[in-house]
């Protein structure tokens, strides 16, 4: 009965014409409370959120984890299935709790599946971004992801071919890694969180982290089609101004003609 909020109890008096200085809830027992819920659900057609619906609902949660990764939006899908399903809503905390469950199980079996399919020279391939080699720019030496961590979007000549190789590399450890991605089919959105993660962890928090190579390879798929459409929309842009500059010197040059033979 503590759940009940002041506005809805005079949203209900309201509606029903009853006067709500009259109403005096700590009569409203307990086996009252239950009996009329009961009651009401049957009347709508709908189902008490029992263990049996508690394990449907469960199932519908580890299905939408795969689909997307944002409680939030695995909250509200989980409850439109319900609804859907002529099924009561539970409490917040029920739903979290099923929620948060099924994100771990999903982590995982991401897990499992790469701890029995990565084959050595994946792991190393993947080891190999923590190597740490010289930088000129800088001075010192710096971990091999943190060149294609950061990137630059620029039309300069210099800038494009430093792009150019980072996707020549990147592309190598995506196509060693390409049936472990199919193998894990994690949808777009979850590897957008791990590598988001990546970029803007420090490397050394990565590389102690026991999913580093989950994290890892979700990294590499996202920055190489990042990477990818990058240099595709530089190459357009490029193609653009291009074909804008020869159209103005072709401008340039009919004019000049049309000058000299007048």
């Not at 409680?71 to 899908?77: A, K, L």
């Not at 409490?91 to 709790?97: I, M, Q, R």
């Not at 430093?162 to 590897?191: C, F, P, Q, T, W």
């Not at 530089?234 to 072709?250: G, I």
Request: aromatic share 10%; charged share 20%; glycine share 2%.
């Amino acid at each position: 009965l503590n759940t009940f909020h002041e506005n809805d109890i005079a949203y209900v008096c309201r509606i029903l014409k009853v006067n709500k200085e009259k109403i005096d809830l700590s009569f409203y027992s307990s086996s009252s409370l239950a009996r009329h819920r009961d009651l009401i659900l049957s009347e709508l057609g709908f189902h008490k959120f029992t263990s049996k619906y508690k394990s449907l609902a469960t199932q519908e949660a580890n299905h939408l984890s795969t689909k997307q990764f944002s409680p939030g939006s695995i909250f509200r899908s989980l409850c439109d299935f319900i609804r859907s399903h002529s099924i009561e809503v539970p409490s917040y905390n029920a739903l979290a709790v099923i929620i948060t469950q099924a994100l771990r199980n999903l982590e995982k079996i991401l897990l499992q599946t790469i701890n029995t399919q990565l084959n050595q020279r994946q792991k190393t391939a993947l080891d190999g971004l923590f190597d740490k080699l010289p930088d000129e720019l800088l001075g010192r030496n710096t971990y091999r992801i943190s060149r294609y961590k950061t990137l630059q979007e620029l039309m300069k000549l210099s800038v494009i071919r430093e792009n150019m190789g980072k996707l020549k590399d990147l592309k190598v450890l995506y196509h060693l890694l390409a049936d472990m991605i199919v193998n894990l089919s994690i949808s777009e959105e979850l590897i957008e969180y791990y590598a988001n993660y990546v970029l803007s962890a420090h490397v050394f928090q990565v590389k102690q982290r026991a999913q580093k190579y989950l994290l890892l390879i979700c990294f590499v798929k996202y920055q190489y089609l990042y990477i990818n459409d990058m240099m595709i929309q530089t190459f357009m842009s490029t193609t653009q101004q291009t074909l804008r500059q020869a159209e103005t010197r072709k401008n340039e040059l009919l004019l000049q003609w049309q000058q000299d033979n007048q």
